[in-house]
């Protein structure tokens, strides 16, 4: 598999290590007219630098944020992948809010997403992460950079090594919870 999906390094460390299973996104600039589409079920977690700010994160969150461990800015560490269990296009901020405490975004910042371009609105997808055996560092490519959320990463990776980060059961629980707070 050789897709990759870019989002802070603070929300890629949230996902794999602090058992969030939220991912919310408004869409690149280089994403068109169409906005973001949950384009892929399953892809590799590339941890970004590039808009990464600590004051848009909830402060719980934020020594994660001071603490990240990047590696060399010539190189691109991936350790997580993910599946995408359920994805949806939010067209009320008020269902983007009643989300809050399961992901690591402040209000302010949901808010500003969601009203920022075209059209109002914000992606959720539910996802479940998955932990491969050891990281793998791979070049950082011209071709990665840009305001886009898919790349096409160079090697592809077998995701049939990785190892679900959540216990079933807690998956399953923080699932209910994302769809409870959507219906």
């Given at each position: 598999m050789q897709t990759a999906f870019k989002e802070w390094g603070i929300v890629v460390e949230a996902l794999g290590r602090e058992g969030q299973i939220v991912v919310l996104r408004k869409g690149g600039i280089a994403e068109g007219?169409?906005?973001?589409?949950?384009?892929?079920?399953?892809?590799w977690l590339f941890p970004t630098r590039f808009h990464q700010q600590a004051e848009g994160v909830v402060e719980e969150a934020r020594a994660g944020f001071e603490n990240y461990q990047w590696p060399a800015e010539d190189v691109l560490r991936i350790e997580f992948g993910a599946e995408v269990m359920?994805?949806?296009?939010?067209d009320s901020l008020a269902a983007a809010q009643r989300l809050a405490g399961q992901h690591i975004w402040r209000e302010e910042v949901i808010a500003e997403r969601f009203d920022w371009g075209r059209d109002a609105g914000i992606y959720a997808m539910a996802v479940k992460v998955r932990r491969l055996a050891a990281p793998v560092e791979l070049p950082m490519l011209e071709s990665y950079g840009g305001c886009k959320s898919w790349v096409e990463l160079e090697p592809s990776m077998n995701f049939a090594g990785t190892e679900p980060v959540l216990a079933e059961d807690v998956?399953?629980?923080?699932?209910a919870a994302f769809r409870e707070a959507l219906a």
């Amino acid at each position: 598999m050789q897709t990759a999906f870019k989002e802070w390094g603070i929300v890629v460390e949230a996902l794999g290590r602090e058992g969030q299973i939220v991912v919310l996104r408004k869409g690149g600039i280089a994403e068109g007219r169409g906005g973001f589409q949950a384009e892929h079920e399953r892809f590799w977690l590339f941890p970004t630098r590039f808009h990464q700010q600590a004051e848009g994160v909830v402060e719980e969150a934020r020594a994660g944020f001071e603490n990240y461990q990047w590696p060399a800015e010539d190189v691109l560490r991936i350790e997580f992948g993910a599946e995408v269990m359920e994805a949806r296009r939010l067209d009320s901020l008020a269902a983007a809010q009643r989300l809050a405490g399961q992901h690591i975004w402040r209000e302010e910042v949901i808010a500003e997403r969601f009203d920022w371009g075209r059209d109002a609105g914000i992606y959720a997808m539910a996802v479940k992460v998955r932990r491969l055996a050891a990281p793998v560092e791979l070049p950082m490519l011209e071709s990665y950079g840009g305001c886009k959320s898919w790349v096409e990463l160079e090697p592809s990776m077998n995701f049939a090594g990785t190892e679900p980060v959540l216990a079933e059961d807690v998956f399953a629980e923080k699932l209910a919870a994302f769809r409870e707070a959507l219906a």
